[in-house]
């Protein structure tokens, strides 16, 4: 794997705190705060023609922010344009649960033991499918969110920029830069963000370039502050209270959930829920535009999250844990000509950078993902690595498979930890099989091949990111 990882980015440098030097201006996007955006004043100009004989597809990769795996019931115009319509994956997962290290993995198809960033701080150093397609005459474009370790500034692969500071979320009147410039935006940011997904797509229709849109919108991350139309959505909703909920045997012991602090992640689940519902009208914009500009024959689209989120499960309100509801995303991949179906093999965020590179004819060279295609009945992967850092440096590491869950923990003070879960006879993850009899076979094996995928225990960051 030395090829993909040793070549570093051309030029990527640390932005210094003056990144955003560049005082905001008051600026009304190409849009406004109650619906899809009408044509900027000025409109820009197409991008570059597209070769004769020029076929390749495509791609329109959608990216949420903090959205667990079954919340796609609060996206139905998106559920029967994409899910419905495409390659539903219904066994999708993120390698690392936490915002920078799982999209560094999307961008390089690497886990992140090996692509290096384990932390929302960490740089990301080596290459990415949006350089090599740029490289290989693609027009490329991001609206939203790249990674927490990048200040928001525009970067060379990109031929259109519209970005947030690093991991910064503001729903309200954000300040975002838009090919270079920081910008104060009036309205709510989803309506922002799609609306500069529909200029790019205006941008790139008439015969243009083949091109990438990264579309990366803040929601539902905290705050998940929704639209006012949503405000008051799914106000009879009941809590979510699966048998997970508010359950000991965590190993970092969180205590049990005190009736406040109960009721303020029922009221953060409510504002995610209300915050995909603008998220759902955006992408359905989206892909109604790809639509009425004729893209849509020659566009693959995707759909992930770059994790999940925990809501009381476990007594835990986050992401980093390797449980089902942290690391189990939406997932679901639309390919034109290809009959839509439910595919029930593992898959992965390191899967979409290969997936991209090969179905644009470029090599994807040493990638610890593998391309989404072949027939559905296929052997797929056996086995996917999880890892991560907790927020009290704690750090774990784990084997996914169909059935099993195997996780070690490196806890502080030096204590360590590990947990077998049978993900058929115990959904939820209550009853940790690790050192009993009947599964010491199992878990022998899975501690065996996580050594042999994963033989190097990454150093533990020096300070967790609390802004994540």
């Not at 115009?77 to 999708?92: P, Q, V, Y």
């Not at 729903?171 to 200029?199: C, S």
């Not at 797929?380 to 907790?390: A, H, K, T």
């Not at 939820?428 to 995928?453: I, K, M, N, W, Y």
Request: a negative charge; aromatic letters at 8%.
């Amino acid at each position: 794997m030395t090829r993909w990882r040793a070549v570093g980015l051309v030029g990527l440098l640390l932005l210094a705190a003056g990144c955003a030097a560049v005082p905001p201006q008051d600026h009304a996007p190409p849009g406004n705060a109650t619906g899809p955006a009408p044509p900027p004043a000025q409109p820009l100009p197409p991008f570059p023609p597209r070769s004769p004989g020029d076929t390749r597809p495509n791609f329109l990769v959608i990216v949420s922010d903090d959205q667990r795996y079954d919340t796609m019931w609060a996206m139905p115009r998106t559920n029967a344009s994409l899910f419905e319509r495409g390659i539903a994956f219904d066994h999708g997962y993120v390698t690392t649960p936490l915002c920078c290290p799982s999209r560094s993995s999307i961008l390089t198809g690497l886990y992140a033991f090996h692509h290096g960033v384990n932390e929302n701080y960490v740089n990301l150093t080596l290459p990415t499918f949006v350089q090599a397609l740029h490289g290989a005459g693609y027009t490329t474009g991001l609206v939203g969110k790249y990674l927490n370790s990048w200040g928001g500034e525009p970067r060379p692969e990109f031929d259109s920029w519209v970005a947030t500071h690093g991991g910064g979320v503001t729903f309200t009147n954000p300040t975002m830069n838009i090919e270079g410039t920081w910008t104060k935006l009036q309205g709510h940011g989803t309506v922002i963000e799609d609306a500069y997904a529909l200029r790019f797509l205006d941008r790139a229709s008439n015969g243009s370039k083949p091109f990438l849109l990264l579309f990366a919108p803040n929601a539902p991350h905290n705050p998940a502050t929704p639209e006012p139309a949503d405000a008051q959505r799914y106000a009879d909703l009941p809590p979510a209270r699966p048998p997970s909920y508010d359950a000991p045997g965590d190993p970092t012991d969180p205590p049990p959930l005190a009736r406040a602090r109960a009721a303020e992640i029922d009221a953060f689940r409510l504002d995610q829920l209300r915050s995909l519902a603008g998220l759902d009208r955006a992408v359905g914009d989206i892909l109604d535009k790809l639509e009425a500009r004729g893209l849509a024959g020659n566009t693959v689209v995707f759909y992930l999250s770059d994790n999940g989120y925990l809501s009381g499960e476990h007594r835990l309100e986050e992401k980093r844990q390797p449980y089902e509801e942290s690391i189990r995303v939406p997932f679901a991949m639309r390919v034109p000509g290809v009959a839509p179906r439910v595919d029930e093999r593992l898959v992965a965020n390191i899967d979409i950078a290969p997936t991209i590179l090969a179905m644009a004819g470029l090599p994807h060279p040493d990638m610890d993902g593998a391309p989404l295609s072949g027939p559905a009945d296929g052997p797929g992967r056996e086995d996917l690595v999880i890892e991560g850092v907790l927020r009290s440096g704690a750090m774990w590491a784990g084997l996914h498979t169909d059935r099993w869950v195997y996780v070690r923990w490196n806890l502080t003070g030096g204590r360590t930890s590990e947990a077998l879960f049978d993900l058929w006879a115990d959904p939820f993850e209550l009853h940790s099989l690790a050192g009993t009899p009947e599964a010491a076979d199992v878990q022998a094996r899975l501690a065996a091949r996580l050594a042999e995928l994963r033989p190097v225990e990454p150093a533990r960051p020096q300070v967790t990111d609390p802004n994540e």
